[in-house]
């Protein structure tokens, strides 16, 4: 049993301040928010009307429609998520080094490694698809690589994280020894983010999965094509079947990750 | 006792684990096998190289010349990213409070955590189609949308911090004859609290990230004006856009940092 050794006092009056501070401008923020956004006060009413409508439309599911185009989407839509969180690790474990404060010790390399760390966060993956799309044409590429990009930050930041926190003194030992920097690296370092490092990754991939759903609405490949066209045609009993491939997926990624992490760590 | 016989242990201490070697073999062939899936030829690669030295060219100067739109659109998202949040914050509070195991009984926590599960499934822009499909175009949508994404995803987290807490104090409460609400606020709230205020700058944060997204689908903000410049092949002010993007995200992060510090 852990003694209590928790020192319990009142908050300091500047503590109070700061708090209610933060507590009153979120309100006046909500507050100015409610009063300037344009919400049209007749969509509201009817919503709950609209999506009844919608989703009596959504029915009956049209499942003949999976094996015409709904099955092989999906398969472009896994390999996407899959390709991409691979990719990452091409970028993403070098930042990651560089970002690790125990690995390298230069002040520039930590902002350099930063700030694509942050910028590769900030941009959504429908924006690098995009970007990607004007580049290589639609398609699955821009799809596996706005994938990758995003995900660099993500990857790069916790791995980064899980490399600062590794015991030293091993690596210490393999130094002492004269192994070569590669073999620190290999055996020192490795095996101790190992597990953090398939546990980032296995999370990486599962947001992916539902990230690479999204993509084919700016035209980069996977599900969201089929989604986007049968929406556009109004064909809401197609747009039903594709919702629930990608519930399924969703769902059959999580069960995988919870899976091999608990076979891994 | 004479001296380290060196000769046993000459094991070597880093083995090679067959089963490991044999995944990333499999991962190998995979990646083999979808980059021939993914038809990407070095001609087309080539290609892209020249597109996007072109895309780049075009991007360099950024162009701020149409910055009231830029900043209408800026407010729009933040307005979006506010109001979704502390509805979206508020709402599971409640939920995660019901959906903790530890609280509840079994017949009330298990659908309120299958609700907050379907709110997570689905990635925010799709429930943004959805709700731009039922309710039109404009902020509502975007609202709508990411209170169901911050549902998902702090009233899960709150739940699990609820679950972990120490029962002692609960159980030290009851005993003094304390009612329901006078349990949770006091022997509940202030083990959970400080988590739930980083959860909620965690949420605050990503529904600015997302507020400029959702426009991309019609559901208001900066993702609409980002969209339509892309359409129009505008890319300087794409290039405006993005900067203005990433701006707002950094200053996010500086503003829920200090928002931590406070809470501590």
């Not at chain 1, 690790?89 to 930063?114: D, G, Y």
């Not at chain 1, 660099?152 to 994280?161: P, Q």
């Amino acid at each position: 049993m852990n003694t209590i050794d928790h020192h319990w006092q009142r908050f300091t009056l500047k503590q109070k301040l700061s708090r209610y501070a933060v507590y009153l401008v979120l309100i006046i923020a909500f507050f100015q928010s409610i009063k300037s956004v344009e919400v049209i006060p007749e969509f509201l009413l009817d919503a709950p009307e609209q999506m009844a409508d919608m989703f009596a439309r959504m029915w009956p599911i049209d499942f003949a429609y999976y094996p015409v185009a709904v099955h092989d989407a999906m398969i472009e839509t896994l390999n996407i998520a899959t390709l991409g969180t691979l990719i990452t690790l091409i970028f993403a474990i070098p930042l990651a080094l560089m970002n690790a404060s125990n690995i390298v010790n230069s002040a520039w390399c930590h902002w350099i490694s930063r700030f694509f760390l942050v910028s590769s966060r900030s941009v959504n993956s429908l924006v690098w698809a995009l970007l990607f799309v004007s580049i290589f044409g639609p398609g699955v590429i821009a799809g596996v690589l706005a994938i990758a990009f995003r995900s660099i930050g993500f990857v790069g930041k916790l791995l980064g994280e899980a490399i600062e926190e590794v015991n030293m003194g091993s690596i210490e030992a393999l130094k002492a020894t004269g192994a070569s920097w590669l073999s620190i690296l290999l055996k020192g370092y490795w095996p101790q983010v190992l597990p953090a490092f398939f546990s980032i990754v296995l999370f990486r991939w599962d947001i992916n999965v539902r990230e690479s759903a999204v993509l084919g609405l700016v035209g980069a490949g996977g599900i969201g094509v089929v989604l986007d066209d049968s929406m556009n045609l109004f064909q809401w009993d197609r747009v039903a079947m594709s919702l629930l491939a990608i519930f399924a997926i969703v769902i059959v990624a999580e069960i995988v990750v919870v899976n091999i992490r608990k076979r891994l760590i | 006792m004479a001296g380290i016989n060196s000769s046993q242990n000459r094991e070597n201490p880093f083995k090679q684990n067959w089963f490991v070697t044999a995944t990333w073999l499999i991962v190998i062939c995979y990646v083999v096998y979808s980059f021939q899936a993914m038809g990407l030829s070095w001609e087309r690669f080539n290609d892209g190289l020249g597109h996007a030295s072109n895309l780049l060219g075009r991007m360099v100067p950024p162009n701020f010349s149409r910055w009231s739109l830029l900043l209408s659109g800026l407010i729009e998202s933040l307005e979006i990213a506010i109001i979704s949040s502390i509805f979206g914050i508020f709402i599971s509070l409640f939920l995660g409070l019901v959906a903790a195991r530890n609280l509840m009984p079994t017949w009330v926590s298990t659908p309120v955590r299958m609700l907050i599960a379907l709110c997570r499934t689905f990635h925010p822009v799709i429930i943004a189609i959805l709700f731009v499909k039922s309710v039109g175009f404009g902020a509502l949508a975007g609202i709508l949308t990411l209170i169901v994404a911050s549902v998902g995803f702090i009233a899960k987290l709150f739940a699990e911090a609820i679950e972990e807490i120490s029962l002692k104090q609960v159980e030290a409460i009851r005993a003094t004859g304390a009612g329901f609400t006078s349990i949770i606020l006091f022997s509940v709230m202030p083990q959970v609290f400080s988590r739930f205020i980083g959860f909620s700058t965690y949420q605050l944060d990503s529904n600015l990230r997302n507020s400029t997204m959702v426009g991309i689908v019609g559901a208001g903000g900066l993702g609409g004006t980002l969209f339509s410049a892309f359409q129009r092949f505008d890319y300087d002010f794409v290039a405006a856009i993005l900067i203005i993007i990433i701006a707002l995200i950094m200053f996010g992060e500086f503003l829920s940092n200090i928002v931590r510090r406070i809470f501590r």
